[in-house]
């Protein structure tokens, strides 16, 4: 016994206990079950009578862990020609009764039908019905909510098992619940519906994607003219207790549907509640523009008056004219989400009157002047009162018209906020550069990489800003993925910190005093790498380039040589080379057959002297293939050779 005969009776081999077994057990309990009705609610009351059975509808039981769109049934019935389904010598557990969506398909018994509102208080079919809200039966099929079986507590005749068939289980009546009942409307012929859906943009594509839809949107309906946040919406059914419905909810995929309208203009209504705390739709806002009573679905456009606090206001859709026979249909405009939701009455339901929203994004950050010449800002170099405008990405800055225009702050802080997700750039207007302006003379630092202002800055590399002025690269916007944390390491990142992932502050530009770079291309007649004055000429219209030392590839800028052979570059501090490229040696160009002196490259120009002591090409190579360059060098203000010294 001690080892495991531990049950009940297991002392009676104790007499020659080693040799007996009685641990062979068989176990029995009284099995339970599950039933009862699925009807249509013929006259509008909500709840089951006399004759509203259907017949012939499959119908499955899961268990309560099932998903029914991607398990198989544990059990399949169809209803008897009063409705009922019954499964029964069942073991106690939780379960779940399921109709799958080829019962609402055309020709079904079902087609066209929606389940009733969810009853409120437990009760039978007398009352209300079990089955959950869904908008698209025909796709997702309907399923109750999960039921718990356990024996001897199951509800009785004498209980709230008072609907149709109610006895039928009597035989064993606190074993069986039978009063699990899906209950439908089939949507009158002579009558009109508006959906179809509410979705959040995250991509900021401005249409629907696949995923975007948000639930448990409130959605109401109004006659045009009405005043939604006086009047009060239009009743389109009533619920099991008898009261007027006079909203839906948007289903797990965002789709809505309101039957039960008579011809007419109408708006549909998202009260402010969605936009308030706690809502679904709590810091959104409704995308720019809205399309019109034009049939055109999600994938085109969407319908949403804009508000600027919707919390307030709510959102209204443009006035939809609602008339029999003539609304869009599956064949000629109905292309978007659940388009089958009114196929029992296509053409008297529109389902292209759709709401898209989006999460406000904003940019940011800086205008600096890079005072210690290190190429990042540092406390105390932004730039006060420079003006700032934003484009789209898709604009032409300072030819089109700007989005918005702000100015830098005393610290050199700009900021365009409410933005909707999107491809965008900012722009420094010519005007920051023009004489006594607060750019005057600057110029942009060289390069605009990715990262915050101690890393780099973003303004691509301009030799006219007094013409031009300065743009940063085309960028992207989106609710959730801007820069954080360390990524936003810069002066002035963490003032976003309240809505981090949605406000970008790493587009920023730095500017210092130029510097300047030449001075001459000459043909060396004797290859000593001096030019000599009245025997040697300078080369024009050689092509010379400026390019980054530590980012070879495309140039910063380029200039050709003048008459006399005499280039000149004003640019940023930094470290540079200087590059004549491989197509000025070509057949017709002006160095064609020449190659660099000899000895020159060795030191950076301008440390051993001018072109009076030696010349700055760096020997070697084939100038067809690779042209000509000098050794790399440093340009830094207050530093560079005088006619006192070098500059000779």
Sequence with gaps: DDTGETGLFGTLDNANDASVDLTIDFGFQSPVGIGNLVFTDQNGNGHADAGEGVEGVRVELYGGLQDPTNSLPLFTQFTDAQGHFFFNFLPTGTYKVHIPPQEFGTGQPLFG???????????DDDVGQNAQPETNPEINGV?????????????????????????????DDDNHDLTIDLGFVAPAANQTGVGNLVYGDGDGDGVYDPGEGIANVMVQVFHSGDDPLVDPPIAFGVNSQGNPITHVLTDSSGC????????????????????????????WFSLPGSGGDTGSDDGLDENGVDAAVPSSSGIASDVIHLALGTEPTDFDSEFGKAPAMDAFADSNVDLTVDFGFHQTVAVGNLVFLDADGDGVADAGEGVANVTVELYDGYSIPGWDSPMATTSTNSDGVYEFSGLTPGSYQVHLPMANFAPNAVLEGKVNLTGNGVGDDDVNEDGVDQAQPEWFGVTSSIFYLAAGSA??????????????????????????????????VGNLVFFDSNNNGIFEAGTETGVPNVLVQLHDANAPGVPVTETYTDADGLYSFSISSGSYVIHIPASQFDLYAPLYQYVSSTGGGVV?????????????????????????????????AGSMPTAADTET
């Design 143 to 171: 399923t109750t909510l999960t039921v718990a079986l356990n024996a001897d507590t199951e509800p009785v005749d004498s209980g709230i098992e008072t609907g149709s068939a109610n006895t039928l289980d009597a035989v």
């Design 604 to 636: 950076p120009p301008g440390t051993l002297g001018d072109d009076d002591v030696g010349e700055d090409g760096v020997d070697g190579g084939n100038p067809l293939v690779d042209g000509v360059t000098s050794a790399s060098f440093t340009l830094a």
């Design 113 to 123: 039908a929606l389940p009733l509102p969810l009853e409120s208080t437990p009760g």
């Design 483 to 516: 820069p954080t944390g360390a990524a936003e390491g810069g002066l002035f990142g963490t003032s976003d910190d309240a809505n981090d992932a949605s406000v970008d502050l790493t587009i920023d530009f730095g500017f210092s005093s130029p510097v300047g």
């Design 256 to 283: 809505y549907l309101i039957y039960g309208l008579g011809e007419g203009d109408y708006f549909v209504f998202l009260p402010p509640v969605n936009f308030q705390a706690g809502g679904p739709l709590s810091g």
